[in-house]
């Protein structure tokens, strides 16, 4: 048997460990919304996700009967965005996602425990605490891949991540341990549509906080809500702590 060329098995064993996350935000700019950071990750069929997605985007795009209609040409243009899309678009969007596998990590605010921050310096403390964590979840891995949605806010705060993240993941871990590289790019929805998938769960999670979390099941926000709960890994509000958990489901 001939031996394995150690930079080959190094670069397998490296591409095995890569994790990939999608991250956004929602609710700036609305103080009548929480103010959310969410973040999806993807596993090894990230790459099929995505086509997946691609192919939904043309096939939905071919459908005829909705041309003229104004958010199915902003979807045309734009892609999936759960605010926008009509039921013919985010219905089959939504049967997608139930049927990929992924984990959501989401951290909210009802900016009260916050008087007077800036929203934009709350925002980059969200990302930094959100990011941390995960780093720390995933320190035994070579590469951590981050995509953030672009946006003109975004811009300024991208540039300070990836150190605030690293030194937020040793303060919490108490000790100097090893991390994966960071690496963090900006991205429109048409590159990587798989950033949909955490706009929609923000947006559920969205709707059915400003219901008071309600657990009637005649609304909407609430059956929407338990679609996407069994992928969320975690919800945590800084004001009211740990709302819902992979290990600790509401339902």
Not at 50 to 56: A, K, N, S, V, W
Request: charged content about 30%.
């Amino acid at each position: 048997m001939e031996p394995v060329n150690p930079t080959v098995l190094r670069d397998v064993f490296e591409r095995q460990f890569e994790v990939k996350l999608f991250m956004d935000e929602s609710g700036n700019g609305n103080p009548s919304q929480p103010l959310i950071v969410g973040a999806v990750e993807l596993g090894d069929d990230a790459e099929d996700v995505e086509e997946g997605i691609q192919d939904l985007y043309k096939r939905l795009v071919a459908r005829h009967s909705l041309t003229g209609f104004g958010s199915f040409e902003e979807f045309r243009k734009d892609g999936f965005h759960s605010a926008n899309d009509p039921t013919e678009i985010s219905a089959p969007f939504r049967e997608f996602m139930r049927n990929t596998f992924y984990r959501a990590f989401v951290v909210v605010s009802d900016r009260t425990r916050f008087p007077g921050k800036v929203e934009s310096e709350l925002i980059e403390f969200m990302y930094v605490r959100l990011l941390g964590d995960l780093l720390i979840r995933h320190r035994h891995e070579s590469e951590f891949l981050c995509y953030i949605e672009q946006s003109q806010e975004m811009s300024s705060i991208i540039r300070r991540l990836p150190d605030a993240v690293a030194r937020r993941a040793r303060q919490k871990a108490g000790r100097d341990v090893p991390l994966p590289q960071l690496n963090i790019s900006m991205v429109t929805k048409r590159q990587f549509m798989s950033t949909a998938i955490i706009d929609y769960v923000m947006a559920d999670v969205s709707r059915w906080l400003q219901k008071d979390r309600t657990i009637n099941p005649k609304d909407f926000a609430y059956r929407a809500f338990r679609e996407i709960e069994p992928s969320i890994s975690m919800l945590y509000s800084f004001e009211l702590g740990r709302i819902s958990s992979r290990k600790d489901p509401l339902h």
